[in-house]
């Protein structure tokens, strides 16, 4: 039972880390329905542009707490990651915005490799280990641990998601976001600068991110120039299996395939008798994700969807 | 073009073919002969993925499994592995079909999705894939986990193996020259294939299809069949690919079967033209010869200009390889090579 109580934990703070990042990715699919493959990058320069912050300060010798550093590098990092964001539409979307779906697919692509190795350059190609300065003191839950911080990661997840609903549903910046996502030639009609609106969406979207890759930074006390590629693909993973580009389906899917994925970790040996083993983590997400879309083919909160001829 | 001119640039082309590896070798060294068997094992490989994404229009991210699939079935069936020691001519037709019928294990639960879905999924299949290969080494082992498989036979005609140097009237005649022909017959073979699919009642179907499903089964049409062939036969031509790869290298590990590769070829569709043949082998060539060329170019400049190396040259190779990628997609989003139907459909997009 508490390997299941603690499987339930892992899963939920890495869920709610993939729930954060899938956002990003349902809403840009949502408004313009691409997928932003360069987002994954995004994350990835959040994480390193923070840790680079909080060692400048350390080697400076300024003594703050570590909460308070690491809001310190996050203040420098998602301006950072907003105009990261701003710039991968206004360069690489938006002059295709009306060519096949697969133009912006390999412009995404080869925006991604160009921004990885512009984080080998800068950061070079090893391992950076995030900076000791947040204490890991656990907090007992019926036999099951979990660590202060991975608490404070769910509780800013949930916070940060609350509050992203309530600008898409109540502020008028929301309701032009919906409404240029249902049809933006009449949106601009009705006098919504769509043009706008899709960078006020990468932008949001890219500062989830940025908080996204520290924590992933803070959890595994490590960044990397190549970590946004598996966390993206995972994220985006949950966005579809959640209904892309509806923003309760990513948070929902985001979480379904953190613990599903910890609990595969945990009990897939037990369950094929050692047949395999835990490194087929990564099987049991995507076999999740093929069975739910084999059948409900629109994601679990997903509409169904028109034909558009 | 009247038949006496296209014959002459047909015999032309045929002997350009034919003397190309000797010229490049003698000139630019083996390596970049090596570097050409590549471009010719990617045209297949692209040209595969064209007929499900640009044919079909079903989108597959996952394509790299069925390459991965026949270039495991080719080296388990002739490595020191498990001692078995097929020839060629049994080993690749059954890692084709071993590749078409994972086409169809694909194909058959997927039928329903659309678009990006149906990206993602195929993405997880061939992520799937990939991670079995790696861990596949206990507690049976089969596929020799993360180091891959080694030693793999190369090919052999007859008494006369395909992996080492022969003398030929004085004439030296490398692994790579002989893989060149072996490469080029087979991949003229998918050509024709793909050509004949193209304009095939097959090939119809499938453009019906890409164009409106709906309106294609009220024509009649058995979208199921249709879609599943798609697959299969994508499938084929990428496990022929893979089990020359394996032959050609002698070694395979999961690491060449990786996400980046699966997307490779699909830009290499995408950037050549989508559904036009001669467009997706052009896109596969440049590709492939690209980076090659910058890495060549790289080092060399850096060290003229500036006297010492400013940036590590693997490092700006991908860099400029991504941003070329980027800014060709950006003032020629048809691809470089589109088909007249295509090109046609831009204008009056453009038009609006």
Redesign the interface.
Known sequence: MDIFLQQILNGLVLGSIYALIALGYTMV?GIMGL?NFAHGEVVMFGAMVTITVISLLTSAGIVLPGPILVLIGLLVAIPACMLLGFTIER??YR??R??????????A??????L???A??IWGRNYIPFPPILDHDTIDVFGATITQLQVGIVVLCLALMVGLLIVVEKTKLGRAMRATSQNPAVAGLMGVNVNTIISATFVIGSALGAIAGVMVATNYDQAHYYMGFMIG?KA??AA?LGG?GNLGGAVAGGILLGIIESLGAGYIGDLTG????S??Q??F???V??AV??FR???LLGEKMA?R? | MNANKKLGVFIASAIALAVLPFVVGSTLGNSWVRTIDFALLYVMLALGLNIVVGFAGLLDLGFIAFYAVGAYTFALLGSPHFDIHLPFYISIPLGALCAALFGLLLGTPVLKLKGDYLAIVTLGFGEIIRIFMNNLNAPINITNGPQGINLIDPIQIGGFSMGKTIDVAGFALNPVHMYYYLFLILTIGVVIMAYRLQYSRIGRAWVAMREDQIAASAMGLNIRNIKLLAFALGALSGGVAGGLFAAFQGFISPESFGLLESIMILAMVVLGGMGHIPGVILGAVVLTIAPEILRDVIGPLQMHTFGRMIVDPENARMLLFGLAMVIMMLTRPEGMWPSKRRKAEFEDAKKG
């Open positions: 699919y997928i360069v690489a002059p295709l009306n060519a096949p779906r697969l133009a912006p697919l390999i412009t692509i080869g925006l991604s490799i160009v990885q190795q512009a080998i350059l693909l985006f993973t579809v892309i050692g047949f395999l083993g490194h087929y990564d099987i997400a995507f076999m994700l093929i879309l084999i083919p629109s994601g034909d001829a």
